[in-house]
């Protein structure tokens, strides 16, 4: 087989099968190593040449690291694409110590059968086009075919394993197609997602609808058109992911190249997070962190990294450095603390969306019943998220008003009997230096406070006091509301009650009665305290 068309007569016609193959990377390789590349491209094309010319493909066009193969029936080409792949795996490959593996091309291949009738030409036919885009959507040592190849395949699955990767739209085709991946039977080999149209964005699908917080997805949109880095510190189960991809689904269209949302883990880095959601492989020549750097450098894009940590700073910085166009929106418990990121603490839900949300979580758990209005509930705490969710199982069960009287009595220990609220509160509480605990302790004897009001407790003009209360705000313990007479400072009520209930028995008296003699409250405000059994149990709010 040569490099130019067969005649007209000796191609086949009817129904065909096409294959397309070309190198993943080639230029990268070509670049990284040179002369010896050519050696390599040679090797590769040597080889599928003896592999195709074995399955009586006819080759109609090879240009550069590419290969144009037409084969009279299905299953002869998918044994030729098999083939292929085992024979570029088993070549000896030039190595290097330096390399992390040798230098084996991964090739990527696709399969269309379909109906074409060649002319003198080749083949003019929207069936070669959509082969060629299927192996476009392929990665390095994949085969990718259509579901049309896979059907005049009779014998596809003998010693074959064929994985249904579901449907994707082609670039230039308007209707999906169904794609499949073929390996050899045994072979476990996991790829991301085809390369097929370009996403928008891959944000999470929701099981529920999402509700409220129109004012903070405001506030966001405005702060992320002047900002290249933002992260929203929450505590956890407050709510915080779903309102950066929900930011994200609606600011898709504004960023060229998409809004991509990237789950982080303790065992996983930015940057394989990275590029895993954006399907890039790894280079055997250099780190992965330069892989994504080179992929995002010229993209207009957004990245929503979910749960952000301290050891993330360095992949961070190294990515808003190089890609001018990449911004950063962040979801942690704490800030990055780099240089240029705004910190915003998510506050708790404005009452009526706290309601709107408690009344869907019950009427979830109520098997689809709407139990009413629920607005008492979220005012008594305080729009406080994980309140919520914890809550929503015990309405069907007693009904807002039933639910709200059990409140009143017990504060949440009658219906947080596994101590799901302390479990969410426990490990940010534990992080806190022992000032911020101390401050924290101190506020919790009020519903608001201002700067004035601490200055009365401690010297609030040290730089340790200050760090304590910025400490408090970032990790939502304590929510700021800007006014006139200036910041208050608000501790959610379960907030309270956790405090309370963790307090030691003496600095609970101890600040019981400070709070008393030297902060006068308003008398709806005020904490008692039941003078026999000073025990955090006791304290109640009136």
Not at 347 to 364: G, S
Not at 420 to 434: E, F, H
Request: hydrophobic content about 40%; proline content about 6%; charged content about 20%.
């Amino acid at each position: 087989m040569g490099n130019t068309v067969a005649p007209g007569s000796q191609l086949p016609s009817g129904q065909v099968t096409f294959l397309f193959t070309d190198i993943e990377g080639s230029t990268r390789l070509a670049c990284e190593l040179g002369e010896t590349y050519r050696k390599i491209l040679n090797d590769h094309r040597r080889l599928l040449r003896e592999v195709f010319t074995r399955y009586t493909g006819t080759e109609l066009l090879t240009e550069g690291d590419s290969f144009f193969v037409a084969f009279r029936d299905a299953n002869t080409g998918m044994r030729a694409a098999l083939a292929a792949q085992a024979a570029l795996g088993a070549h000896d490959w030039p190595a290097d110590p330096k390399w992390r593996e040798p230098a084996r091309p991964k090739v990527r291949m696709g399969l269309h059968t379909g109906h074409a009738t060649p002319d003198q030409h080749g083949y003019a036919s929207s069936t070669v086009h959509r082969a060629a885009r299927i192996c476009s959507a392929a990665h390095g040592d994949q085969i990718l075919c259509s579901q049309s190849t896979l059907d005049a395949a009779p014998d596809a699955k003998r010693g074959t394993t064929v994985k249904d990767l579901g449907l994707h739209l082609l670039r230039g085709f308007d209707d999906a197609e169904r794609l499949h991946q073929l390996t050899p039977l045994g072979c476990s080999m996991a790829f991301p997602p085809p390369a097929a149209v370009r996403r928008q964005h891959n944000q999470p699908a929701f099981p529920d609808a999402f509700v409220g917080r129109a004012k903070e997805l405001n506030t966001l949109t405005s702060i992320l058109k002047g900002h290249r880095v933002t992260t929203v510190t929450a505590l956890p189960k407050a709510g915080k992911t779903r309102l950066v991809c929900r930011l994200a689904e609606q600011l898709s269209e504004r960023y060229h190249d998409g809004a991509w949302y990237v789950p982080l883990s303790e065992e996983t880095s930015v940057a394989k997070a990275v590029a895993g959601a954006l399907g890039l492989r790894e280079d055997p020549f250099r780190p992965l962190l330069s892989v994504v750097i080179e992929a995002l450098r010229h993209r207009r894009c957004l990245l929503v990294l979910d749960d952000t940590r301290e050891a993330d700073r360095c992949d961070v910085t190294a990515i808003i450095a190089e890609c001018p166009n990449v911004t950063v929106l962040a979801a942690s418990l704490r800030p990055l603390q780099l240089s240029g990121e705004v910190k915003w603490a998510l506050p708790t839900m404005e009452v009526p969306d706290a309601a709107a949300l408690l009344r869907q979580r019950a009427k979830l758990a109520a098997g689809g019943v709407d139990l009413g209005d629920c607005t008492a509930i979220a005012a008594y705490v305080d729009g406080f998220v994980p309140a919520i969710n914890i809550l929503a199982p015990t309405v069907p069960l007693l009904g807002p008003a039933g639910l709200m009287r059990l409140l009143q009595c017990n504060n949440m220990s009658a219906v947080d009997k596994d101590g799901a609220l302390s479990k969410i509160l426990d490990a940010t509480y534990g992080a806190l230096t022992s000032t911020a605990a101390k401050l924290l302790q101190e506020m919790s004897q009020h519903r608001e406070v201002t700067v004035d009001d601490m200055r009365r407790w401690r010297d609030m003009e040290t730089a340790e006091s200050m760090h304590a209360l910025l400490e408090l705000v970032d990790t939502s313990l304590v929510s700021i509301r800007v006014g006139t007479a200036g910041a208050q400072y608000r501790l959610p009520s379960p907030v309270r009650w956790y405090v309370h209930r963790i307090m030691p028995r003496p600095a609970l008296v101890t600040s019981f009665q400070s709070m008393h003699n030297d902060l006068p409250l308003h008398s709806h405000e005020r904490l008692t305290a039941d003078e026999d059994l000073l025990t955090p149990s006791a304290w109640v709010l009136h």
